[in-house]
């Protein structure tokens, strides 16, 4: 069953604009990953954020985490024609000794020129 | 480092015919997973892997098998292929149960 679910399905925005996206998941857990697949590629890891986090920064990136309401956000600032893409949140299960990730749908980011 | 292949990276194959996928990492990690991707439904766990001579069952492992005999290398079994697997496969690796996943390309299977 999914853990993490993306909120919205697609996106679509202008370059330039920020992209938000938005990662709600059931139970508790230990950390948080986003990832990032470009059509017809394998997943490529963004940024982890542990449980005991708030915010996290990568370059353009921003995640937080908001662990009393079970839910995470993407930031994508400054938003460029590359960044098109589908974005995942992932979610480790502790209650399995976080030996795997569950992965939620994605979000599918247009970003037009 | 090559980090995670997968081989092949197509396939067609005919219903009831078998096939194995291989998976293999140069980075010395414990962990591989084995998910199958398939549109609006995101990535499904199949099988995987906690380090070598294991393995254990994901969320979808029905008509699927594994085994994970060289540490470096995690292979995905169809025994008779239906059409319900055409999807695309795609293997990861980890080196531990709180680090981030590295993905290989992705094999696509058409079962026909």
């Known amino acids: 069953s999914q853990q993490g679910e993306e909120d919205p399905q697609a996106l679509s925005i202008q370059e330039g604009e920020n992209a938000t996206m938005n990662c709600s998941y059931k139970?508790?857990?230990?950390?948080l990953q986003w990832y990032r697949q470009n059509s017809g590629r394998g997943l490529v890891h963004l940024i982890l954020i542990r449980s005991n986090e708030r915010e996290k920064h990568s370059g353009r990136l921003r995640v937080t985490l908001d662990t009393s309401k079970k839910s995470s956000s993407l930031l994508i600032t400054a938003s460029r024609a590359a960044d098109t893409a589908s974005y995942f949140c992932?979610?480790?299960?502790?209650?399995?000794?976080?030996?795997?990730?569950?992965f939620g749908k994605g979000t599918k980011l247009t970003v037009n020129p | 480092n090559a980090g995670v292949t997968q081989t092949p990276k197509f396939r067609v194959l005919k219903t009831g015919q078998s096939m194995t996928l291989l998976c293999a990492q140069d980075m010395n990690h414990e962990y591989m997973y084995w998910y199958r991707q398939d549109p609006g439904m995101g990535l499904r766990l199949i099988h995987y892997s906690v380090g070598e001579g294991t393995t254990a069952k994901g969320e979808v492992p029905d008509g699927y098998n594994v085994s994970r005999l060289k540490k470096q290398n995690f292979l995905l079994g169809l025994e008779s292929a239906a059409p319900s697997q055409t999807s695309v496969y795609f293997c990861?690796?980890?080196?531990?149960?709180?680090?981030?996943?590295?993905f290989g390309p992705g094999t696509r299977l058409t079962v026909l």
């Open positions: 139970t508790s857990i230990n950390n």
């Open positions: 990861a690796s980890r080196k531990g149960r709180t680090d981030t996943q590295y």
């Open positions: 992932a979610t480790d299960d502790p209650q399995g000794g976080s030996e795997k990730l569950v």
